[in-house]
């Protein structure tokens, strides 16, 4: 079955705990992004990746990074969680980068910094 | 800066009634529009509109763009309760690989 997946799917974590979430996708898909959701903002890109080893900031990258070291993975890194990074977090992929449209999205990964 | 804004921000119709979702951009090199849905889980992919494409439609579900007045409207006929959702509009930035998203509409649909 042609999905995304996302893990964790909860994570409850205190301030200054570095963490990973992950995210793979098994469409061969040249193109990957992650966003955030809060309430009232819509979905608010963080960084995404035209291909491997190609990354690149989107709206509010700040506290995060991500790597893109093979095509289906596209983990997120928290270095040093703050409890404004408390959001639901999606990743999504698609076979085009070029209008990045018809994006394929994770089951997003809830997340919660105390 | 790449700027897309949704209204109404909430809706709430019975069943039957027809809605009006809008979504109004501004971005330097516009290339497509996105119209998302969200119920409780991720959003799926329901149109993209293009320059060459500015009319979609889909059983109840149809949407133009209207590049001269810079926006976009998601129209939905005889609701359902299934139609209970946020929808989300999204174009493209002006840097190949970003996406910018509007707030989202909630839309609530009674019995």
């Known amino acids: 079955e042609a999905q995304v997946t996302q893990n964790p799917r909860y994570l409850i974590t205190v301030t200054g705990k570095k963490l990973t979430v992950t995210c793979s996708q098994n469409m061969n898909h040249e193109y990957m992004s992650w966003y955030r959701q809060d309430p009232g903002l819509g979905l608010r890109q963080i960084y995404y990746s035209m291909n491997v080893e190609v990354t690149d900031k989107g709206d509010v990258p700040e506290g995060y990074k991500v790597s893109r070291k093979e095509k289906r993975n596209f983990p997120l890194i928290l270095e040093s969680p703050s409890p404004n990074q408390t959001s639901l977090y999606f990743c999504?992929?698609?076979?085009?980068?070029?209008?990045?449209?018809?994006?394929?999205f994770g089951p997003g990964t809830r997340l919660t910094v105390t | 800066e790449d700027k897309v804004v949704q209204s109404p921000l909430s809706l709430v119709v019975h069943e039957g009634d027809t809605v009006t979702l809008n979504c109004s951009y501004e971005v330097t090199n516009f290339r497509s529009l996105l119209w998302y849905k969200q119920e409780k889980k991720a959003p799926t992919f329901l149109f993209m509109l293009?320059?060459?494409?500015i009319e979609k439609k889909s059983g109840r579900l149809s949407s133009i763009l209207d590049k001269k007045e810079l926006f976009s409207i998601l129209n939905i006929t005889a609701t359902q309760t299934g139609d209970s959702a946020v929808y989300l509009c999204?174009?493209?930035?002006?840097?190949?690989?970003?996406?910018?998203f509007g707030q989202g509409t909630i839309l609530t649909v009674h019995p």
């Open positions: 293009t320059s060459s494409g």
């Open positions: 999204a174009t493209p930035g002006t840097s190949y690989g970003k996406l910018t």
């Open positions: 999504a992929s698609s076979f085009s980068s070029g209008t990045a449209a018809e994006q394929y």
